[in-house]
C-alpha cells in the first residue's frame, strides 16, 4: 500500500507562485511514474504533469513554461513549482502515483486558489 500526501496549496494573486509537495510513504518500487492532476469544479480531472522515475517529464499546453515538476527520488517527495498563476489555475491539486504491479494511487488532495 503505498500513501501520498501533498501540502503547499493556498490562496496566491494572479501573477504569483506556490510550491506543491507530494509525500509517498509505504511500499513504492523504484521504477514508476508520479503526476500531478487538478480538478475545478463542475469540471473533471485532468493532467498537469508527470515525471517518471528516470526524470521524463511531460506537461499539459496549458501549464507549459509556467509550471515544473519534480521529484527527488530518494526522499519519495514529488514537487510542482506553480509560476505566473492565473485565475484559471483554480483547483484542488491531486498527487499520484502509478507502479507497473500495483496501479494508481492518488493523494487527498490540496486547494489552489488563485485570484485575480
Known amino acids: 500500500q503505498v500513501q501520498l500526501v501533498e501540502s503547499g496549496g493556498g490562496l496566491v494573486q494572479a501573477g504569483g507562485s506556490l510550491r506543491l509537495s507530494c509525500a509517498a510513504s509505504?511500499?513504492?518500487?523504484?521504477?514508476?511514474?508520479m503526476g500531478w492532476y487538478r480538478q475545478a469544479p463542475g469540471k473533471q480531472r485532468e493532467l498537469v504533469a508527470t515525471i517518471t522515475s528516470s526524470r521524463s517529464t511531460n506537461y499539459a499546453d496549458s501549464v507549459k513554461g509556467r509550471f515544473t515538476i519534480s521529484r527527488v527520488n530518494a526522499k519519495n517527495t514529488l514537487y510542482l513549482q506553480m509560476n505566473s498563476l492565473k485565475p484559471e489555475d483554480t483547483a484542488i491539486y491531486y498527487c499520484?502515483?502509478?507502479?507497473?504491479?500495483?496501479?494508481?494511487?492518488w493523494g487527498q488532495g490540496t486547494q489552489v486558489t488563485v485570484s485575480s
Open positions: 499520484s502515483l502509478t507502479q507497473l504491479v500495483t496501479g494508481t494511487y
Open positions: 509505504g511500499t513504492t518500487v523504484s521504477i514508476n511514474a
